[in-house]
Every structure is written in C-alpha cells, then in structure tokens.
C-alpha cells in the first residue's frame, strides 16, 4: 500500500481523536455483560423502556447553505453544544460540483449529513446516548440553514434487547 492509500484511508492522520482507555478491563476479558450490574452502560431508561440511544433521521427541505463546508462544521458544533454532547472529531467533505458529506463523532455517538443543495435538501442523522437531548438539533439546524420545513423521525436503538430489571 502507498503512503496516498494510507492517507486515503485515514492511517497516520492526526485527528485529535483518543483511543479508548481500556485499562480498567480484566485482559482476559475486555467485553463486558450488559446484564453486569457493575457496567457503566449509558443506556437511556424513559417510561419503562431501556434502549441504547436516540437515532434521529432529520431531513432539511427547503435549506439555505447546505453547499457550505463552514456552515455545516458550525451547525454540528452548536448542535453538539445544544445537546449536551461531546465532540471528538469533525470531518466533511465537498464535492464538484456541489454537495457536502460530513461526520461529527461524538463520545454519544454521531451527527451525520449529506447535502444536496441544489435541490435545498440536507439527510443528517443525529443518533446520541447517554444524557445527551439529540432532539434540541432540530432547532438548531432549522435556524443553520435558515429553514422551518425540518421532517424528523425516531428510532429508539437497541429498543427492547434488555429490561429494565435486567439494566437495573
């Protein structure tokens, strides 16, 4: 492999990322049950319900600005701000002639999007666990791209693999 395929792929890059402190884990054994009563899970419980994570499919219509990489590095920050998130990492991505992918990779998870400005649509997926709210992005991507026409749905992940007295 070429030290350009290297680059392609991400290897040596610096990403300001961490590798996961893992110190605490038995060598023997660095899984751990999510049924352990000792694990640190950040599984959400609301009315009953234990899952992983809230995933929001959010689709922007109508968008104002979608074609700019600046623009949408911001509006991931102030939506990882908004929710009560943690950023580890952006990158994005613009294309010719127009259009921009992007990934924020949060300690909860992730925001992504895929713009196609043209036509004003933007598809983000913001998907968080934890503590974080990933429902106050929708606000703040209505006003990023200058929109009221913001279409969300949910999906609870990881709904129904384990019970509440299971996780509790």
């Not at 899970?41 to 234990?50: A, E, T, W």
């Not at 259009?99 to 004003?120: D, K």
């Not at 106050?136 to 999906?155: S, W």
């Amino acid at each position: 492999m070429t030290d350009a395929n290297l680059f392609q792929l991400g290897i040596g890059l610096e990403t300001g990322a961490h590798a996961e402190d893992t110190r605490g884990l038995a060598a023997a054994n660095t899984t751990r049950d999510v049924f352990d009563e000792d694990r640190e899970d950040h599984f959400i419980r609301r009315d009953g319900r234990v899952f992983a994570g809230t995933h929001l499919i959010i689709e922007v219509v109508n968008g104002h600005g979608l074609d700019d990489e600046a623009r949408i590095d911001q509006a991931f920050r102030d939506c990882v701000d908004e929710c009560g998130a943690t950023l580890l990492h952006i990158h994005t991505h613009k294309f010719t002639p127009q259009g921009v992918s992007g990934v924020a990779v949060l300690a909860e998870s992730h925001i992504s999007v895929h713009t196609w400005p043209e036509i004003g649509y933007g598809a983000f997926d913001v998907f968080m666990c934890g503590d974080a709210n990933p429902w106050r992005a929708v606000d703040v991507l209505k006003r990023a791209f200058g929109t009221q026409d913001v279409r969300v749905q949910e999906l609870l992940r990881g709904d129904g693999l384990v019970s509440e007295s299971q996780a509790a």
